[in-house]
C-alpha cells in the first residue's frame, strides 16, 4: 500500500518570504509518480506538476521548483518570493505504474500568505 | 466551459433523503474517479472507473453507490444521506495512457450538506 504524509498542516509566512512545504512518501513499488496539487480558496483543484521515479532532477517552473530525493522518499515543494496568491491548500500525491493505480493524496498543507 | 462539470454545485439536503451528484467530462478521458474531502483527512477515494463496464470500491464506498452511464457521465449515490456525508466532493478524470503516470483533472467540487 501507499501512504504520503505532509506533516506540516499548516504555515503561515509574510509576503517575499521563501517556504518549502514537505512531502514524504511511502511504497514498495519501484516506478512510481509524484505528483503536487494547489487548492485555493475558491476550492478547485489545480495540478502543478508531475515528477516519475527514475527522474530525480530538480524541476524549477517561475517562482516554483521542486526537490525530489529517493534516497529520503521526498518531494519537496519550495516557493521563493510568496505571494499572497499562492495562499492556498497543497496536497501531495503518489500514483504507482500498473494497470490500476489510482493516487493516494497526503492530508495537504495549507499555506497563508500575509501581506 | 469546464472540462469536467459537477452538479450541482451545492447541496443542502435531509437525513435519510436520496441524493444523486453527477460529473460528466469532455476531455474523452477514460477513467473517471469520484473522492470526498474533509478538513485535516485530504482526498479519500470513493469509487473508481476505468472504463465503463468496470467501477471498483475505493478506500470509502460504505454508504454510496455509482453508476457509469456512459464514458462521459459518473454518478456518485447516497442512498441514504447521513450527517457524517457532509462533506466536499469532487470527481475527476484521467487519460489510461501510462498505466498511472497521469494526473487527474478535478471538477469544482460539489458542497453537500445533510442536517
Known amino acids: 500500500a501507499q501512504k504520503v504524509t505532509q506533516a506540516q498542516t499548516e504555515i503561515s509566512v509574510v509576503e517575499k518570504e521563501d517556504v518549502t512545504l514537505d512531502c514524504v512518501y511511502e511504497?514498495?513499488?519501484?516506478?512510481?509518480?509524484l505528483f503536487w496539487y494547489k487548492q485555493p480558496p475558491s476550492g478547485e483543484l489545480v495540478f502543478l506538476i508531475r515528477?516519475?521515479?527514475?527522474?530525480?532532477q530538480n524541476e524549477i517552473s517561475g517562482r516554483y521548483s521542486w526537490n525530489f530525493q529517493k534516497s529520503t522518499s521526498s518531494f519537496n515543494f519550495t516557493i521563493t518570493a510568496s505571494q499572497v496568491v499562492d495562499s492556498a491548500v497543497y496536497f501531495c500525491?503518489?500514483?504507482?505504474?500498473?494497470?490500476?493505480?489510482?493516487?493516494?493524496f497526503g492530508k495537504g498543507t495549507m499555506l497563508l500568505v500575509s501581506p | 466551459d469546464a472540462d469536467v462539470t459537477q452538479t450541482p454545485r451545492n447541496r443542502i439536503t435531509k437525513t435519510g433523503k436520496r441524493i444523486m451528484l453527477e460529473c460528466s467530462q469532455t476531455?474523452?478521458?477514460?477513467?473517471m474517479y469520484w473522492y470526498r474531502q474533509d478538513p485535516g483527512l485530504g482526498l479519500r477515494l470513493i469509487y473508481y472507473?476505468?472504463?465503463?463496464?468496470?467501477?471498483n470500491k475505493g478506500e470509502i464506498s460504505d454508504g454510496y453507490s455509482v453508476s457509469r452511464q456512459a464514458q462521459a457521465k459518473f454518478s456518485l449515490s447516497l442512498e441514504s444521506a447521513i450527517p457524517n456525508q457532509t462533506a466536499l466532493y469532487f470527481c475527476?478524470?484521467?487519460?489510461?495512457?501510462?498505466?498511472?503516470?497521469?494526473?487527474?483533472?478535478f471538477g469544482d467540487g460539489t458542497r453537500l450538506s445533510i442536517l
Open positions: 476531455k474523452g478521458h477514460d477513467r
Open positions: 511504497t514498495r513499488d519501484t516506478t512510481y509518480y
Open positions: 475527476a478524470t484521467s487519460d489510461k495512457q501510462g498505466g498511472g503516470n497521469q494526473p487527474q483533472h
Open positions: 515528477r516519475n521515479s527514475f527522474d530525480e
Open positions: 500525491a503518489l500514483s504507482v505504474h500498473s494497470g490500476y493505480s489510482t493516487l493516494t
Open positions: 472507473s476505468f472504463d465503463v463496464k468496470d467501477i
